[in-house]
């Protein structure tokens, strides 16, 4: 998302097209209840798989059909599998799904993802895992024609932010009121300033501004 979240060529001119990527995930299956929904029956999101063979905490509980670690890899096996394949309707109705949820539990598959499968997790096959991504971004980069090594557009947060320290420094220290803000950030710094701050203030230790 740094590298590739550019609005303008190498060169400078405006992109025709929207780049870079939004990246998220959760390990195991806390992804289930929280975004699942959305990668196979909302929008395409193309969604990468990462399982491991050796597992660093090997759990088997008497009576369960297969390890904790099995149950996880499970869900890493069938995943991509749902996507790209999905579940027809003539499917459904052949499982006597009643007819008002057939629209509902449809998937209509052709979905992409690609699974890395890791025999542990080590520094060196955690390297390589690394070593992908970072390749993947630089041949991102090299076709939409923009520059993965620079991150321009997080200067002016930083920016702004420096004045909003600023203004924070005056009204602890000297009571100043807030000002030289739009109305939206003068709000929430007035509010923000009027409760007192859980960690006093020595001003025998803190720099000038």
Known sequence: MESNGKGVSIDGVR???????????????????????LIHQG????????GVIKSQQPVYLKGETVSNHDELMSNFFAQPDALAYGKTPEQLHSEKVPENLIPHKTFQG????????LSSLSAYEIGQL?????????????????????????????????????????SRMEGKPVEGFNPSSASLLTRFLAVKPSTPYDTTVLPKV
């Open 43 to 50: 929008r395409v999101i193309p969604c990468d798989f990462i």
């Open 110 to 117: 052709n979905r992409p993802s690609l699974s890395f499968l």
């Open 15 to 37: 992109l025709p097209f929207e780049a870079g990527e939004i990246d998220f995930g959760e390990p195991g299956t806390n992804g289930q209840h929280s975004f699942y929904q």
């Open 130 to 170: 690394l070593s992908i991504y970072e390749h993947r971004i630089a041949v991102q980069g090299f076709i939409w024609g923009i520059n993965s090594f620079d991150q321009w557009g997080v200067e002016l947060g930083k920016s702004l932010a420096s004045t909003v320290r600023k203004q924070l420094h005056a």
